[in-house]
DNA sequence: GTCTATACTGGGATAGAC
DNA sequence: GTCTATCCCAGTATAGAC
């Protein structure tokens, strides 16, 4: 079992939040369970009191990540259907994600390819394909409706998108100047306007 | 000294690439040299006649990338003088710098951060900031030239542009079927463009 | 829930023979 | 240039006391 025990405790959220934070800066494999614990202010040994192995605590950051942000981009093609505001949406939605989920993304982007070769780690992919279906229904949706150019290709695009939204987690700061809805507005300009004065 | 002896070898060469390879798709730290070794069809021991240890491995791959990504991109700043055209060769040589550094980029991509904390890597730090700075001479040049929207800041279009590019390194394939040169064709159509039809 | 103590494994690296 | 053999350390994880 993958919940040792107090499955909604807050110290175990306490500790996923430290152990989330070190595998997002210091990546998941480079940061020691003997890490984990000093920063958390315990003996290495004291963590498997509530985590079977470092694995299972990636594990559980991932899969809270994962269920958020599906839940988040069904109720986004349940409530929007015009193909321009579903595509306003989702990248809103997915900029505003970084405010909670911060640490969780990073480790999702950096970490996904290699950790996705495990059996336990399957759901992975699979997740990510139906996050890839809700972009590319948008897209696809809104090049029948003659709103977004058609000589473009849809996987492409869909490419393009998801990796300059979820790179940005790289550099995106929570408590900075710029919030995560001010981003998603200039990066929605750049994407639907492009750089490029009109008429130039 | 990182080349041990026989700088300019072939066998070197070969074995970079065959490191180069599983660091880029095992990470840095996961990939053994072992591995390494098991994948050259020698023993690990015989790596250490070459190479002074796998740190020196993956330095000579990160510095060889990143001395032609920088001749390349000072080539171009030489070359265009037109805002837009240099843009355009920016994008261009960064896509085909795929075909013949895929491996270092994606180790760039993925391990820098974390590489550049120790003072041995402190290049990744200011070689980035170089190139860096090209992206942003470009485009305040094309601003003031009235090429490029005005009321996109700089500093965010850049991180889009540089994130876009990069990342892309992660499902480029250089034997498939769309050749760098028109992924950056299609590329430089949204960037320029977007990928909003005119008049909608 | 944390500590003490420790088992066990695998990784990077070295020395010297061939 | 590669192999044999091996050292040493650090990492994950466990058992049982408190």
Chains 1, 2 share one sequence.
């Not at 942000?69 to 989702?90: G, I, N, W």
């Not at 700061?173 to 300009?189: H, K, V, W």
């Amino acid at each position: 079992m993958s919940a040792k025990r107090h499955p909604g405790s807050d110290r175990r959220a306490e500790l996923l939040a430290i152990a989330g934070r070190l595998f997002a800066s210091r990546g998941f494999a480079t940061t020691t369970v003997r890490e984990i614990a000093d920063a958390a202010g315990i003996l290495s040994g004291s963590l498997y009191h509530h985590f079977d192995s470092k694995e299972s605590m990636v594990d559980e950051i991932l899969r809270g990540f994962l269920d958020r942000l599906r839940s988040a981009y069904r109720r986004v093609l349940a409530e929007q259907a015009d193909p321009r505001a579903a595509l306003t949406a989702l990248v809103t939605v997915s900029f505003e994600s970084m405010d909670t989920d911060g640490d969780a993304i990073a480790i999702f982007q950096n970490e996904s390819q290699h950790l996705a070769q495990f059996e336990r780690f399957g759901y992975l992919c699979s997740t990510a394909e139906e996050l890839e279906g809700c972009w590319l229904d948008v897209l696809k949706r809104g090049q029948r409706a003659g709103v977004f150019r058609r000589d473009l290709r849809v996987p492409l695009v869909y490419r393009f998108i998801r990796d300059t939204v979820w790179v940005a987690v790289r550099w995106y700061d929570p408590r900075g100047s710029l919030s995560a809805e001010a981003i998603a507005e200039q990066y929605l300009t750049i994407l639907c306007q492009g750089i490029v004065e009109l008429g130039s």
